[in-house]
Every structure is written in structure tokens, then in C-alpha cells.
């Protein structure tokens, strides 16, 4: 008997690379306030967290130009530059492959809700989707939360049967606060080999490289 029957993704640098629209979104925005723009290494820092979290961290910024900002990045990411995204090589499979045998399959992601929901209707995944959780549109939402929402929703009475995707220490973090196991991607915009220390990660089953690892990792 399979170990897993649920499968909780994460969105950014799990399923879908989706850096040219954040990172577009963030430079317009960063214009717009006057400010430098800063190296492709903390442009790519923005994919993934809360971006307000991102502008606060990079800015010395006020708290009601914050809030500009981050509403400047919002109506031009959603308007502009959401779908600017494109799936990771082997997604389809695997997910083809978890309906197949019978996974329920959920999305957690620091997405804003609409922004998840769409993105996941027109890149096709829908259709395999039991729940999509977002974040709020304040942004309060902790990884964590939002995977407890999944969790909620799907009616998850053994924490031990789910596990969740993802290519950050959020992700991983979120899993564990939430008691569930954890697979890191080394694909997307945050882990890499030899990037997560197994003793200090208890629920961390593996790192695999491609979406296709995931398949044979869960037996599928």
C-alpha cells in the first residue's frame, strides 16, 4: 500500500516557472516609486514570498509607500503579467499520473487566490485539482496557514497520508509546522543540491531534480 494518497504543490518554481511575469511586475513597480533597480539576483529573490515582504526587505521604504507599491505590483501583475508563465518539463506526466492513481492532488501557494485560480484553470491543471488555497489579499497568510487550509478542505484525517511539493524553505517549513512530509524540488527558484540539511528537516523525504523524479518517488 502507497504511503501517500494526497499531494499538496506549491505553484511558483514548482509547476509553473512563472519569472518573467513576476519579475516584470516587480521592475515596473519599482520604477513607478523612483527607486534603482536592483541586481538579477534579488529580482529573482522576489519570486515566491509575499511581495510586499520582498519590496519591505530591499527598500528602506514607508509603510504607506510599501502599500503603493505593492498595490502598483498587483494591478500590473494581474493585468499585464500573470500568465506570462510557462510549465515545467514532466508536470503534465506527473500529473496525469496521480489522477491515474487515484491522488487527490491540492494546490498551496503564496498566489494571491485569484491569481492562483486562474493560473491554474489556464494552464490545464485543473481538472486533476481537488482545492487550490492562495493567500489573502493583505498578504497575512504564513505558508503554513495556507497549507492548513488545504488540509481543511480535502477533509485530511491522517496527516501522514499527505505530502507536500515545493522549492523553498517555505515550503518545507510550512509541511513541517503542518506535520506533514515534505519533497523539495532543486528545479525551481529555491533549493539546490546539498541545499537542505536532512538531520534538520525531519519531514523531508527527498530533493529530486525534475518533475519526473516525483513519479518514480512516489511510485506511481
Known amino acids: 500500500m502507497k504511503k501517500h494518497n494526497v499531494v499538496i504543490f506549491d505553484v511558483d518554481g514548482t509547476i509553473l516557472n512563472t519569472a518573467e511575469g513576476i519579475i516584470s511586475s516587480a521592475v515596473y513597480s519599482i520604477k513607478y516609486m523612483g527607486y534603482n533597480i536592483p541586481c538579477p539576483q534579488i529580482l ?10 520582498s519590496f519591505k526587505k530591499i527598500f528602506d521604504i514607508e509603510e504607506n509607500k510599501l502599500i503603493e507599491m ?4 498587483r494591478e500590473h501583475y494581474k493585468d499585464v503579467d500573470l500568465l506570462k508563465a510557462e510549465k515545467y518539463y514532466g508536470v503534465d506526466e506527473l500529473f496525469t499520473e496521480l489522477c491515474a492513481n487515484n491522488y487527490s492532488v491540492g494546490f498551496a501557494t503564496y498566489k494571491r487566490q485569484d491569481y492562483a485560480e486562474k493560473l ?13 488555497c492562495g493567500s489573502d489579499f493583505a498578504g497575512k497568510l504564513k505558508k503554513h496557514d495556507i497549507i492548513e487550509n488545504a488540509i481543511n478542505q480535502l477533509r485530511i484525517n491522517k496527516r501522514s497520508q499527505v505530502v507536500m511539493i515545493g522549492d523553498t524553505i517555505h515550503d518545507a517549513i510550512g509541511a ?12 525551481g527558484f529555491g533549493y539546490k543540491k546539498g541545499d537542505i540539511n536532512p538531520s534538520k528537516r525531519k519531514n523531508l523525504i527527498a530533493l529530486v531534480d525534475s518533475p519526473m523524479e516525483i513519479i518514480d518517488l512516489l511510485a506511481l
Not at 491554474?120 to 487550490?132: A, E, L, P
Not at 509546522?177 to 532543486?186: E, L, R, S
Open 44 to 53: 529573482n529573490s522576489f519570486i515566491g514570498p509575499p511581495i510586499q515582504d
Open 70 to 73: 505593492t498595490n502598483v505590483f
Open 120 to 132: 491554474i484553470r489556464y494552464f490545464g491543471f485543473f481538472k486533476y485539482t481537488d482545492v487550490i
Open 176 to 187: 513541517e509546522q503542518a506535520n506533514i512530509d515534505f519533497i523539495g524540488v532543486t528545479y
